[in-house]
């Protein structure tokens, strides 16, 4: 495998290609020209692809250090359990009854050293392609919300029940959240989709599961299943029954983001998440236009698809575009 380098941020800002790359077998598939070290990584040595957008970049130079420092202490681990109930009550207040979630603070840079793979970039480069802007970077604040909720007592070894590594669940979360809203698309490639008709969750899903098979083989049949159930289902809720972690981490991540602490009522998801951490995650990726064009997409969909699932809102449709945040979840000055 060939040596990366470093190289001065100026040459890199100009540089037309950036490109995945390992560096001591572990992924890095995000990058972006904002650092205090005045250092970049050469990524000639890989193949050549293209994650341009500046706005879409996913790691700052200070990760890239802290991933180098990483592998310069293998042994350290990530703090997470190493097991989870792969299935849990659907209903909020069951679930919340039966983990013991304490908003601990996690910093970004520690979340954005959970390992990826190539499948992972893969999913990356599709979404950006395929969903409006601002709801890609709604998708990857998800997945740091999601893995930030793990942090906080996600239920775990709970008796009787099926455990989920937490490199198996953060594999699947990835693809899940950064694929999740597809359906949201105005490309000529998703309105032209045979499912482009159904409900943005279902378009959505069945989107990511072709995708998925083409370029993540290695996914056996029930990893494919989760992520994909749980694209479709991730704006839909019941009272009772079992949902698997992926989509509950979906649903939550995902309203959170929309609708911040007081999701289900006032402060509802208080426990969930340290704000700190919001804060850090808000800051690399800020909310931007997302409300504008949330509602937007949204409005569209409740006025041609009167059926989809997320008009199925326990408050309805226009309670929901009411409650969708413009400003950021915690202040930038808090």
Known sequence: MSHCHLWPVAQFARSPSITPC???????????????????????????????????????????????????????NMPFPKTFDAYVPSNYKELFGLAKFKPDYVSFETLRLVSLDPAHTASFEYAKKITPHEGFIHSIRCYYFALAMLHSGFPSETPGVPQITFEELSRRLYHTCILHDLGWTTTAEGREHGAAAMTFELHGGIMAYEHLQAVAPDLNAQQVGDIVQSIVLHTSEWPSGKSSATKTLMSLSAFFDVCGYDAQGPGSFSPLINRKTVQEIEKEYPRGNFATEGIEVLEREFEQKPDCLLAHFHAGPNEFLKAVRKEPIVPVNE
């Open 22 to 76: 390992f560096v001591n077998n572990r992924f890095i598939d995000r990058f972006t020209t904002r650092n205090s070290m005045g250092f970049s990584v050469d990524l000639s040595c890989c193949a050549d692809s293209h994650l341009s957008s500046d706005q879409a970049s996913e790691h700052t130079l200070s990760s890239i250090n802290a991933e180098w420092q990483q592998q310069l202490h293998p042994d350290s």
